[in-house]
């Protein structure tokens, strides 16, 4: 059974980072594509980054590009997003989902494209 764990979330002011990490375990033997959604008060959950299994390819949400920037350490199983400039509208649960894939460098930026799901770590930026 795949679990992804977040953590990193909390409380900052806006113009301030904070750095999520999403760590997975029950998987062995298989690549896998991870990405990043987000969902705020009265609001759908949206994509926010992916990451290949690779690593070599990424992609964002225009709302977040430049300011956030998602990693992996496949030895530690463990995907990185860095958000630098924060802003109120930041504000919302962030969950991570991981996708078996064959294919090392692809990414998807659908919710239903990923099989498994984090419980959500909140981000709060206050202004």
């Known amino acids: 059974q795949v679990q992804l764990v977040e953590s990193g979330g909390g409380l900052v002011q806006a113009g301030g980072s904070l750095r999520l990490s999403c760590a997975a375990s029950g998987r062995t033997y298989s690549t896998y594509l991870v990405g990043w959604f987000r969902q705020a008060p009265g609001k759908e959950r949206e994509f926010v980054a992916a990451?290949?299994?690779?690593?070599?390819?990424?992609h964002y949400a225009d709302s977040v590009k430049g300011r956030f920037t998602i990693s992996r350490d496949n030895a530690k199983n463990t995907v990185y997003l860095q958000m630098n400039s924060l802003k109120p509208e930041d504000t919302a649960v962030y969950y991570c989902?991981?996708?078996?894939?064959?294919?090392?460098?692809?990414?998807?930026?659908?919710?239903?494209?990923?099989?498994?799901w984090g419980q959500g770590t909140q981000v709060s930026v206050s202004s």
């Open positions: 989902a991981s996708a078996d894939t064959r294919n090392i460098h692809e990414v998807r930026v659908r919710i239903y494209e990923y099989g498994y």
């Open positions: 990451i290949s299994w690779s690593g070599a390819t990424t």
